[in-house]
């Protein structure tokens, strides 16, 4: 994906989803591959931001209702919150990032994952100025993961107009 090669990263994200002769899959993985199929879908004429998010909040409910680990779980909302900036939701972004921090008390993030947080607060700060952005992410601190995938449920129901 990040070599562009669309494609390609949807084949493979398609390809991990598909059976195997070795038995089930553990939840987590499933959400993970999810999770990156659903980042893909931000990228692709058929699916866009909105597509995305779908699948972003799929990824994130398998997570919560399997009880994946608060750092993975985390770093699920995290790709919601930037898929939300695609799609000018930034109070709701706001509020998933201050909520998923919270929930990795025992974690750091990865560089990778560090260095695109970090761009999604600047930008947050920038579109709805340092107060909101204060404002909203103290909204979102004491979120459970629960309500954010609730949160999410609802953000991604309105887009499609359900």
Do not use: K
Not at 8 to 16: E, F, K, L, S, V
Not at 22 to 29: E, K, L, S, V
Not at 104 to 125: D, F, H, I, K, Y
């Amino acid at each position: 994906m990040t070599a562009g090669d669309i494609p390609q990263a949807r084949r493979h994200a398609d390809g991990a989803l598909g059976d195997r002769p070795y038995g089930t899959r553990p939840p987590q993985f499933t959400a993970a591959v999810l999770g990156v199929s659903a980042r893909i879908s931000v990228l692709e004429p058929s699916g866009g931001p909105a597509g995305g998010l779908r699948g972003v909040v799929e990824a994130l409910r398998l997570a919560v209702t399997s009880g994946c680990a608060d750092n993975f779980t985390a770093h699920l909302a995290e790709s919601a919150a930037v898929v939300l900036l695609e799609l000018d939701l930034f109070a709701t972004s706001a509020r998933v990032l201050a909520a998923s921090g919270t929930w990795r008390a025992n974690g750091p993030r990865s560089a990778v994952e560090e260095t695109e947080v970090a761009a999604a607060v600047e930008r947050l700060r920038t579109e709805l100025d340092p107060g909101r952005y204060e404002e909203e992410s103290a909204l979102g601190r004491g979120l459970t993961p629960d309500e954010v995938l609730g949160l999410l449920t609802r953000t991604a129901g309105e887009l499609s107009g359900s």
